[in-house]
């Protein structure tokens, strides 16, 4: 079946540290990518995305490139932030539709320290 | 604004009872999901629904119900035939059709049972 494998956490940060939260799939189709982000009691905010190989998403500083080859999709950003703490989530939903949703990683926690 | 709605925030119930959290949108989208949350396993998918009046066991589908009686609500009871109730429950919409569209989600319900 699907899976997504994320690096296990919690992963701790100085403030202004280079983030890499690693995350590869497997699929028996052509998935598009996600990562999503967790902030304490709450839900689920799209963080970025991609839907073909060798997309780049972007947002918030944040990075992320579709690798079919290794097939990987790791979260990357240059300068943290303490408000960047949270809990981080690589998904994939594969390009039939995915009409069961999003298959999980099990998300890494990150902790930014001032 | 468009959103999802999940109610209450906090719910305490006494073992042995069923309780019904409640997820409703505005976003127009015609699917929508129910995932649990808990420390350490990432999300799991309880039940989907692509259509009115139409629903699907997800990956842990035992112990909990479901209905989709209009496109806006799609209401999870727990019942107690649930063996671990306690947890934190999300509900989700996406627009339907394309791989590449993600999921929009609520801010979760925390569920007690003692």
């Known amino acids: 079946g699907d899976s997504v494998t994320q690096m296990e956490g919690p992963v701790t940060l100085s403030e202004e540290a280079f983030l890499t939260i690693n995350c590869t799939y497997t699929a028996t189709g052509y998935p598009s990518l996600f990562w999503y982000v967790q902030y304490p009691g709450e839900g689920l905010q799209l963080l970025l995305k991609a839907t073909k190989a060798d997309d780049k998403g972007s947002n918030k500083g944040f990075e992320a490139t579709y690798r079919k080859e290794t097939t990987s999709f790791h979260l990357e950003k240059g300068s943290v932030q303490v408000s960047d703490s949270a809990v981080y989530f690589c998904?994939?939903?594969?390009?039939?539709?995915?009409?069961?949703?999003?298959?999980f990683g099990k998300g890494t926690h990150l902790i930014i320290q001032p | 604004d468009g959103g999802i709605t999940q109610s209450p925030k906090y719910l305490f119930r006494k073992e042995g009872q069923n309780v019904t959290l409640s997820c409703e949108q505005n976003?127009?989208?015609?699917?929508m999901y129910w995932y649990r949350q808990d420390p350490g396993q990432g999300l799991r998918l309880i039940y989907y629904?692509?259509?009115?009046?139409?629903?699907q066991k997800g990956d842990i589908a035992e112990g909990y119900s479901v209905s989709r009686e209009k496109k806006e609500s799609f209401p999870l009871t727990v019942t107690s035939a649930q063996k671990n109730p306690t947890a934190f429950y999300l509900c989700?919409?996406?627009?339907?059709?394309?791989?590449?569209?993600?999921?929009?989600f609520g801010n979760g319900t925390r569920l007690t049972v003692t």
């Open positions: 998904a994939l939903k594969l390009s039939g539709g995915g009409a069961d949703g999003l298959t």
């Open positions: 976003l127009n989208h015609d699917a």
């Open positions: 989700a919409s996406s627009p339907p059709g394309q791989g590449g569209s993600p999921l929009h």
């Open positions: 629904s692509q259509i009115v009046n139409d629903f």
